[in-house]
């Protein structure tokens, strides 16, 4: 029982990171899409600052799989930015045609 509640929690906050960070991509300012990108990279640091007498090899694994919640986010940011600049593209070219 502990188990799926544990699961629900994990799961809401995933999709609700992954809407949080759509809503973001899409606003006029850019930076707020990288918000939640930066927050997890700097949570990647710090798991790979946690390590105890670590290799170069074990930081470096550790540095990639700890970003991959980053490079998700990234993707999504990229994604939609480039959809909004699309459509802000469309609307300038529309206002053009009308003058």
């Known amino acids: 029982m502990e188990e799926l509640i544990l699961l629900t929690i994990v799961l809401v906050v995933i999709v609700g990171t992954v809407l949080l960070q759509i809503f973001l991509s ?14 997890s990279v700097f ?15 074990e930081v470096l694994v550790t540095f990639l799989l700890a970003n991959i919640p980053t490079a998700v986010l990234m ?21 053009q045609d009308l003058d």
Request: net charge positive; aromatic share 14%; charged share 20%.
């Open 43 to 57: 949570f990647s640091i710090i798991v790979v600052l946690n390590l105890l007498s670590p290799t170069f090899a």
């Open 26 to 39: 899409k606003k006029e300012n850019k930076s707020f899409g990288l918000i939640l990108p930066m927050i």
């Open 75 to 95: 993707a999504i940011y990229y994604a939609f930015r480039s959809k909004w600049k699309k459509n802000k593209q469309i609307e300038k070219m529309n206002i």
